[in-house]
T-cell receptor, first 109, second 116 residues
Framework: GQNIDQPTEMTATEGAIVQINCTYQTSGFNGLFWYQQHAGEAPTFLSYNVLDGLEEKGRFSSFLSRSKGYSYLLLKELQMKDSASYLC??????????WGAGTKLIIKP | ETGVTQTPRHLVMGMTNKKSLKCEQHLGHNAMYWYKQSAKKPLELMFV???????ENNSVPSRFSPECPNSSHLFLHLHTLQPEDSALYLCASSAGTSGGGTDTQYFGPGTRLTVL
């Protein structure tokens, strides 16, 4: 079966750095996505990785290792508005997105 | 600001009611999707339309009936639902390039459905 694993919940402090991990087992791989979803709102696209390595976009970075079936989302200089759920999704060989259950990130002052 | 809108944002219905959810995208995309999002569960893909043709139906019960009259509009018709169907229903759209590329999906804000 296909599976995406990510922690259910994480807590971090304003101004700090947090890393949200995602591991996957899918039939094929055609890219990995990270989305942010604030409570009661639409998921919004954050990043896309298809090759190994780190993609940096402002305070957010996303890393991919295809050989390990592993990705992480790194958030720097945390702000209160970063409190949200972070969804990891992998596109499989049929070009369907397989979703994780999301990681709820709580930022404390 | 998302280019995908959904109405209504909240819906409460009885098990014998018939209602419809509406989705509209203003991004010029060719693919549209319906997802179900339940608490602490992964997004469940329900239906996919590419160029108005349904290409995926992930074993969704017949009490959910999609309709895609054109590439910009998508409906989900609901009838005789069960309480376990209560969830957030999300619509998304993408450019629809099945042969590669990012084909990022952009989501609407969802309809929070409660079935009594």
């Amino acid at each position: 079966g296909q599976n995406i694993d990510q922690p259910t919940e994480m807590t971090a402090t304003e101004g700090a750095i947090v890393q949200i991990n995602c591991t996957y087992q899918t039939s094929g791989f055609n890219g990995l996505f990270w989305y942010q979803q604030h409570a009661g709102e639409a998921p919004t696209f954050l990043s896309y990785n298809v090759l190994d390595g780190l993609e940096e976009k402002g305070r957010f970075s996303s890393f991919l290792s295809r050989s390990k079936g592993y990705s992480y989302l790194l958030l720097k200089e945390l702000q209160m508005k970063d409190s949200a759920s972070y969804l990891c999704a992998v596109r499989d060989s049929n070009y369907q997105l397989i979703w994780g259950a999301g990681t709820k990130l709580i930022i404390k002052p | 600001e998302t280019g995908v809108t959904q109405t209504p944002r909240h819906l409460v219905m009885g098990m014998t009611n018939k209602k419809s959810l509406k989705c509209e995208q203003h991004l010029g995309h060719n693919a549209m999707y319906w997802y179900k999002q339940s608490a602490k569960k992964p997004l469940e893909l329900m239906f996919v339309y590419n160029f108005k043709e349904q290409t995926e139906n992930n074993s969704v019960p017949s009490r959910f009936s999609p309709e895609c009259p054109n590439s910009s509009h998508l409906f989900l018709h609901l009838h005789t639902l069960q309480p376990e169907d209560s969830a957030l229903y999300l619509c998304a759209s993408s450019a629809g390039t099945s042969g590669g590329g990012t084909d990022t999906q952009y989501f609407g804000p969802g309809t929070r459905l409660t079935v009594l």
